[in-house]
C-alpha cells in the first residue's frame, strides 16, 4: 500500500523568521521525494520472490526501507512543531523540563549545543522521551533511522543542510536560533502527554472534518480517468502573480468573489477546490460552493501537496 503524502500542518507564510519559500521548498522537495521513494521502495519489496532474490538484496532494500520510514516520520514531526505564535512552554512541559533537565534554560543549552555539533553536516536532534527509563533525552541521530529503542520524538529539528540552506547558506546557528522561537509548545506537550498517558491527540484538521474534501493522490486519479474534473484554483491572487503554475486541467478563480464565478461551474459534476496549503482559503471557497449547491470538496494540503506527491516541477530550485 503507496503511503500518502500528509498535507503541511505548520502555516509557512506564519513563521517570521523561517522564510516561507524555505519551508515549502523544504516540504515539496525533500519531504516529498522521501515519500516517492518510500513508494518505489516498496514497490520493489512487493515484487520480490523471496526464493530467487539474494539475501544480500533483500537486507539492502530493507535497510533502504527503514532509513526512509523514518525520514518520512521526522519530516511530519519537524513540520508539526513550528509554529509562529511565539509562546513558551506552559506549566506542565516546564515542569517535565525542570523534572529531567534542571530547568528550561539548561534544556535549552544541552539542545543547541546538540544542534550546534551538526552544523556542516547532516542529521536530527530530537527531544525523546524514554518508556524503559520514563525520562527524556535530548539526542543526536545522524542517520534518519537511529533511536533510543522504545523512545517517542516529542521535539524535532532538522539538521540537514536543505532544511537551511536555501535562506541561512552556512550559518546553521542563525538556523537554529529560528527554530527555537518557532517550537510549537503546545504540539510538543500534547506529544509528551500522549506517550506518558495514552491520551489521544486531536487531529491538525478536526474542525474540517464535516467538510469533505480529497487528497492529492485521489485527485491524482481521478484525473486519470475519462471525467472531466472541474478543479478550481482558489489561491489568493498574490500567491497566484508570484507563483502561476497551477494543477491540471485547474482554472484560477479570485476567492474574494465566489458568487461572481460560481455560476460557470456545472452542478453535474464534482467541484476540486484548492489552494496554497489546504487551510483557510480553500475550505472557505468549498464551504461557500456547498451551500450554492455545488458538490464542492476542498483539495487537503493544497498546491504544496500536490507538488510534494507528483515530484520538482520543470525549472524549480530543489532545496
Avoid at 313 to 319: E, I, L, P, T, W
Amino acid at each position: 500500500m503507496h503511503y500518502h503524502i500528509r498535507p503541511i500542518p505548520c502555516k509557512p507564510y506564519s513563521l517570521n523568521w523561517l522564510p516561507e519559500r524555505l519551508i515549502v521548498s523544504h516540504y515539496e522537495n525533500n519531504y516529498g521525494a522521501v515519500v516517492r521513494s518510500l513508494n518505489a521502495l516498496r514497490d520493489r519489496l512487493a515484487g520480490l520472490d523471496p526464493t530467487t532474490t539474494s539475501a544480500v538484496e533483500i537486507r539492502a532494500l530493507k535497510r533502504e526501507e527503514l532509513s526512509t520510514m523514518a525520514s518520512v516520520v521526522l519530516h511530519e514531526l519537524y513540520f508539526a512543531n513550528l509554529s509562529g505564535d511565539g509562546k513558551g512552554p506552559a506549566a506542565l512541559m516546564t515542569a517535565a523540563l525542570e523534572e529531567h533537565f534542571g530547568g528550561v534554560d539548561p534544556w535549552r543549552r544541552d539542545f543547541v549545543g546538540a544542534a550546534q555539533s551538526l552544523a556542516g553536516g547532516s542529521g536530527w536532534v530530537l527531544l525523546s522521551y524514554s518508556s524503559h527509563e520514563r525520562r527524556l533525552y535530548n539526542q543526536i541521530a545522524l542517520e534518519d533511522a537511529q533511536a533510543i529503542p522504545g523512545a517517542v520524538p516529542i521535539l524535532v529539528l532538522d539538521m540537514y543542510e536543505h532544511a537551511y540552506h536555501l535562506e541561512f547558506a552556512a550559518n546553521a546557528a542563525a538556523y537554529i536560533d529560528a527554530f527555537m522561537r518557532l517550537i510549537d509548545w503546545t504540539v510538543v506537550t500534547e506529544r509528551l502527554t500522549q506517550t506518558t498517558a495514552g491520551q489521544q491527540r486531536r487531529g491538525s484538521h478536526a474542525s474540517d472534518e464535516a467538510l469533505p474534501s480529497i487528497s492529492v493522490e485521489e485527485l491524482s486519479a481521478f484525473m486519470g480517468t475519462d471525467q472531466r474534473p472541474q478543479v478550481v484554483d482558489a489561491r489568493p491572487r498574490n500567491y497566484v502573480s508570484r507563483n502561476p503554475d497551477t494543477m491540471p486541467s485547474a482554472v484560477w478563480r479570485d476567492p474574494e468573489r465566489v458568487d461572481d464565478w460560481c455560476g460557470q461551474l456545472s452542478s453535474e459534476a464534482p467541484v476540486f477546490v484548492y489552494c496554497a496549503y489546504g487551510f483557510e482559503v480553500g475550505c472557505n471557497v468549498a464551504t461557500v460552493l456547498r451551500r450554492r449547491g455545488f458538490d464542492a470538496r476542498y483539495v487537503r494540503g493544497g498546491l504544496a501537496a500536490w507538488y510534494g506527491a507528483e515530484g520538482p516541477r520543470a525549472g524549480r530550485v530543489a532545496g
